[in-house]
């Protein structure tokens, strides 16, 4: 006799035929939050010595968006990447920085992150680019970066990407605003023996030249030993009232020190590298003295981060409320890292160097310090450039110093926050 199925058990099968079913449709719809390759940052960074005043952001901005990577970062597919990110201080040293690099490159690190200056970002990406590891650099002129490592117009590196403004930048803004302030037709030149010298004195005379005005060097001072009363004994005797050049902040400060002593009192100064900064310029104003610089990155800029959504007025705000300390330059940039940082990891298909490296190579980022695109050549395909604007050091009513921008002329997607004013 055959049995036949009892309707219990017929109705267990067409239960577990649905039950099969819905799975497979909940399987289908759900988002997918299988775990993607685990990838290892790692950011070198000035965090102590004579560059740490550029390093200060960088930590601020690895103890806020750090969190987000190490809780994971969802892939264009869909999954979610563990981010293993470090920050490791280069003491503001080159050998120090190269070894740091070298030390990450063994440990397994898929991408370097360095800034700043060519003293850090120059022998991280020198050692990233002989093992074959992926490098993103900033806050350095790029033909320092480029130039400075060895490439030439048509020989450029393999690995290493690096993304700000150039010296054309700086020489134009630099020599617009002392041409404007109609203190005569020679400047004096305050540069050291250190790369960004080297890039700097290419640049800047013809820039001047073409208007009107003279570069003079008296000698360029050995930073372990400057003689800095000298040059200014000799400025003061050619009776030049206009200075410019490149110096760390420290080294600046001792220059004004030393014209002080002789007698010697510009009216105008245009430091790159050490105006960049709040405390540097509270250092150096004296009566008279008019302070301009170059501006690579302030809360005017109109850009919206692709990571946060935030604007730059909103990421100045809410730093100053939680250090307590004003806004500087190098947060838009130290912020901007970890943006392309964020892409990479979310966007590159493996952990491998080379799907790292393509990853960099075709990234388009929205950054807080504005578009950051390898895809096209400008000026060449390891070289991002970002705008950069004419500032003044303003002191406002409550005794702040604020880096206004005074001629946007070089940018004008940038706004301007006030006039220059001499004297």
Known sequence: MTKSSSPARGLGRRALVASALAAVSAARWAPV??????????????????????????????ETLGP?????????????????????????????????ATELIAS?????????TPEICNPVSDACEAAGVPCVSSIVPWQAWYYGRGATATKGFEWTYHFFAGLEDFADIYSALQASANLGTKTGGLFGDDIDAEAFLKAFPPAFAKRGIELVVPQRVQFANPDWESVAIQLRDANIRMVTGVLPPPIAAAFFQAADKVGYKPVMASIAKAFAFNDTVAQIQRPGLTLTNEVWWSPAWPFKSSFTGQTAAKVVATYEESTGAPWVQ???FSHALMEVAAHVCQNTPSTKAADVRDTLKRARVNTLAGPINWRDSHPNRNVCTTPAVGGQWIRNAKGRWILEV??????PVIPTTAQLTTG
Do not use: C
Request: aromatic content about 8%; hydrophobic content about 40%.
């Open 330 to 332: 190098t947060l838009g």
């Open 68 to 100: 987000r990577f190490r809780s994971g970062l969802q892939t264009a597919s869909g999954d979610t990447r563990q981010v293993e990110i470090s920050l490791h201080d280069a003491a503001s040293s080159p050998e120090k920085a190269a070894k740091l």
């Open 108 to 116: 397994g690190v898929h991408l370097i992150l360095t800034t700043a």
């Open 406 to 411: 005074v001629d946007n002329t070089r940018s």
């Open 33 to 62: 939050y299988a775990a993607a390759p685990a990838m290892k940052v790692a950011w070198i960074s000035p965090q102590t010595g004579f560059l740490s005043s550029f390093g200060v952001t960088d930590r601020y901005v690895f």
